[in-house]
């Protein structure tokens, strides 16, 4: 159990294009879902906070116009990077927490490149 | 404010023998502590995690680690280490927590080299 999905996997785009990342809990309803960025050999960077029906909370530095979150739902969480750059390439991990155990279930990741 | 210090960048350990990867760690708080694998390209796995019960914990594939609050370490050990463990490791605390919903501080990761 606690499955979490990303889609897509990978993605190329365009500089100036926007594209969306979803994250899926498919075999529970997560309360909480967190956003991470990964550079090449780099740790994972804990970028924003979102709960169902409300704001995402970002960390700082983090540009909230530039990374929509929407978490729609409870087993849904969107990130979407708008006028994507160069800089922007990189590793995007979701994580999501049950609500009812100590641990966060994280996805597959998704490469991201800016051409 | 919580910290974690992954002491070794990469780590090189020849099939067969043991491993041992370091983390310490501070928090202001009680803390819970995890070391996640990922290999290339992947998520992130859950080998095992310290939660306030046993110091010692056991994790999957052979991995354990011990919790030792005079010392603020939690190194993940295996006595014999076999070639699938090639991967990057990180240590993780975040204050403790019964939902999840907590932040997560990570290590900047070891890489585990296993030589032939």
């Known amino acids: 159990g606690a499955v979490v999905s990303q889609h897509p996997s990978r993605v190329i785009c365009k500089s100036g294009t926007s594209v969306k990342i979803e994250c899926r809990s498919l075999?529970?309803?997560?309360?909480?879902m967190f956003w991470y960025r990964q550079f090449p050999k780099q740790s994972l960077m804990l970028m924003a906070t979102s709960n169902e029906g409300s704001k995402a909370t970002y960390e700082q530095g983090v540009e909230k116009d530039k990374f929509l979150i929407n978490h729609a739902s409870l087993t849904l969480s969107t990130l979407t990077v708008t006028s994507a750059h160069p800089e922007d390439s990189s590793f995007y991990i979701c994580?999501?927490?049950?609500?009812?155990?100590?641990?966060?279930?994280f996805g597959p990741g998704t490469r991201l490149t800016v051409t | 404010a919580q910290s974690v210090t992954q002491l070794d960048s990469h780590v090189s350990v020849s099939e067969g023998t043991p491993v041992l990867l370091r983390c310490n760690y501070s928090s202001s708080y009680s803390p819970s502590l995890f070391w996640y694998v990922q290999h290339p390209n992947k998520g992130l796995q859950l080998l095992l995690k310290y939660t306030s019960a046993a110091t010692l914990v056991k994790g999957i594939n052979g991995f354990e680690a011990e919790f030792k609050k005079s010392e603020t370490s939690f190194h993940l050990t295996k006595p014999s280490a076999h070639m699938s463990d090639a991967a990057e490791y990180f240590c993780v605390v975040t204050p403790i927590s019964n939902f999840g919903n907590e932040k997560l501080t990570f290590g900047t990761g070891t890489r585990l080299t296993i030589i032939p």
């Open positions: 075999d529970f309803q997560a309360t909480t």
């Open positions: 994580s999501a927490s049950t609500g009812w155990d100590d641990e966060q279930y």
